[in-house]
């Protein structure tokens, strides 16, 4: 038998390690031998720990009616089609860490990719360095999540509603972008700030809605959170925070359009100027949200709201931020239209005794078009299907069958408000049951 050497154990250690990190429910067992445990920890410090998680979403839904238009509830459904298969989210996620010589976090790398019967996108690809001289700043660099509000913060694996709501889909499609984040969060222990959070961000602006930067806009992004506060004698918990985008997207005609007031009434009116062409239309928004928890196990309750408003610039069919620069059928470049937004959403959790059990309550608007509602909206007036607003209510409930299953049944009921644009006079009938399970490691 070859005798055991350093080298040997220091490639069984490695492997040990990421066992480890890929398994989090597995621990060491306790009479493992030291010298294996040392070179674990010389691995650590010297290589970093690599550790891979993923999800998996499969769901059934039933919509109201054919072809019913579910781009908020995970992708419209087809011309003679009101219930269908699918794979929501198939996530496969890659984590690597490296410590320095004091056991403080020195880099830190994710690589996440999403996989449905769509296709295969990356989701995540980004690195962190920590400066750890005064253990204040940390940089984000890659393709990540925009560090706006709470909702888009919530990982979709951990989110009891299906989706986000219609307002965070619109305004961040896909949440990811491409930039810079600086965070700002005192690391050191028994730091008085600790739990503050400033992040301060540049962003292309597109996002994973489109392949690439298409103008000389950037978007600014700047975050101040405040994590968890308990308050134990009251038996309850607080966070929350306040945001702001500051971004826009460069005109290339000399023809834009924005709401103004004409005879009393608001209408949407064509700005024609030479000027127009190269500035930017502005993307402006503002935001609150807090997040209330009781600190109960069993029956707890939990309450997140959120509120945005602000200008948002779209075109004269939707206020979705775009992708790309808009074109016709004919590849000739349209006008930016430019609106006045609000929206906001509030979502109750209620944990039934046993954590596995959960309902769920929420409700949430976006308003795409404050200045106007109800039957003043019209193609008169210069609007469309884009300034209508919608509501939606939505409750279900979710059910953990084991640490690493779960399932929820869920239903939307979507309300448009009657105006005068054809399709959108009535209340449309597109509310939409959902079915899913999720399994994940």
Do not use: C
């Not at 935001?287 to 600190?295: E, K, P, Y």
């Not at 069958?401 to 939307?412: E, G, L, S, T, W």
């Amino acid at each position: 038998m070859v005798p055991f050497q350093k080298k040997h154990y220091a490639i069984l250690a490695f492997l040990l390690l990421l066992s480890f990190q890929t398994y989090a429910q597995r621990t060491i067992n306790d009479i493992m031998d030291s010298t294996v445990v040392n070179h674990l920890l010389i691995i650590s410090k010297k290589y970093g720990s690599l550790s891979f998680s993923g999800y998996l979403q499969p769901q059934f839904q039933v919509a109201q009616s054919n072809g019913t238009m579910a781009e908020y509830q995970g992708g419209n459904f087809g011309e003679y089609t009101n219930n269908r298969f699918r794979l929501r989210r198939g996530r496969l996620r890659a984590d690597y860490m490296l410590l320095d010589d004091n056991n403080n976090p020195s880099t830190y790398f994710v690589l996440q990719f999403d996989g449905t019967e769509q296709g295969v996108n990356v989701r995540d690809f980004w690195g962190r360095y920590y400066e750890n001289k005064w253990k204040l700043i940390n940089v984000t660099l890659g393709l990540s999540g925009r560090p706006f509000g709470n909702e888009l913060q919530l990982s979709s694996a951990s989110r009891e509603a299906p989706e986000r709501g219609r307002m965070s889909q619109i305004l961040m499609k896909t949440e990811r972008d491409l930039g810079a984040t600086f965070t700002f969060n005192p690391r050191w222990k028994n730091a008085r700030l600790k739990n503050l959070v400033l992040d301060l961000g540049v962003y292309n602006g597109q996002g994973l809605a489109g392949p690439a930067e298409f103008d000389n806009s950037k978007d600014v992004i700047a975050r101040l959170s405040h994590k968890n506060y308990t308050f134990k004698n009251l038996g309850f918990s607080v966070a929350g925070g306040i945001s702001t985008l500051q971004g826009g997207l460069n005109h290339r005609l000399p023809v834009s359009y924005k709401m103004e007031r004409t005879n009393n009434l608001w209408q949407m009116v064509k700005d024609s100027s030479a000027s127009t062409i190269n500035a930017v239309a502005p993307r402006r928004y503002y935001g609150a949200d807090i997040q209330l928890a009781t600190t109960t196990e069993s029956w707890k309750s939990e309450l997140r709201a959120e509120v945005i408003s602000g200008l948002q610039t779209g075109t004269s069919t939707t206020s979705t931020t775009p992708g790309s620069y808009p074109i016709d059928d004919n590849s000739e470049p349209l006008p930016y239209y430019t609106r006045t937004f609000n929206g906001a959403y509030f979502t109750f959790v209620q944990t039934l005794n046993s954590t596995d059990n959960q309902i769920i309550f929420k409700y949430d608007w976006y308003d795409p078009n404050s200045k106007v509602k109800g039957m003043d909206i019209s193609a008169a007036r210069g609007l469309s299907a884009a300034d209508v607003r919608f509501d939606t209510f939505g409750f279900g409930f979710l059910h953990h069958f084991n640490p690493h299953f779960k399932a929820v049944i869920y239903y939307d009921i979507i309300k448009n408000e009657s105006t005068e644009i054809s399709g959108y006079t009535d209340d449309r009938k597109d509310n939409v049951f959902t079915f899913r399970t999720q399994f994940y490691f």
